[in-house]
């Protein structure tokens, strides 16, 4: 049985070749997207096996960005192609695990044998095909240790610099630091490293935004309320945030 793979790539020559040259080498293809909404519409239309991700994809939302939101609907392996150095690329993508990372410009060969290889290793078990810890507390880096936090009492997380800033419930700010004025949690990680860990009742509306799909009271044309705070909703984005508080809800 062949391998139908979902190919996410905004550069219309690569995709093409990709698509062409995984066909000739007897994959199916779920079809090609260049940014999330596309990805995302694929994902419940077409059965995949493996979605082949670059990670520089223009737009708000990054390849990493992209495969966490595959993996919400359901676990697949991913590969991550990229134009940089592959340190780089590895240290970007925190918070997910990719099957590989690939190399432009990209060798048939070298694909088709990390493609087979992510499904022989993702059928038996031996890779995670999301990062996600499906619990009901989290437990973050803060600037002297660690806190943990219960999932249902996070309201939203802003980005702070490469650092993210975390917004709770002021009973569960009052329970983590008994005493201190009400505001928010330094946390000294990325938001990409944060997003990894929450619970599918999360949706990251942006690169420097996550908000708890709980804790929504309003969607306008132009705005969400979360938890009594307006955020603007970034263009193409609004249908795509109610679809996934659909799925959430049902």
Known sequence: MSTTVLIIEDDRMLATSLHQNLAQGGYQIAGVASNLTDALDLMRKQTVDLALIDIELDGPEDGVIVANELSRIRPIPFI??????????AERSNGVYPAAFLSKPLRSEELMVQIDLA?????AGNIPASARTWQSTVLLPAFKGHILVRTAEILFVEADGIYAKLFVSEAEFGRVYPGKAYGYISISNSMGYVFSLLTPNFYRLSRSLIISLDRIERITSLQVVVAGKPFGIPEGRRKALIEVLEKCRK
């Open 119 to 123: 499904m022989r290793n993702f059928q």
């Open 80 to 89: 991550f192609i990229t134009g940089r150095p592959l340190r780089a690329t």
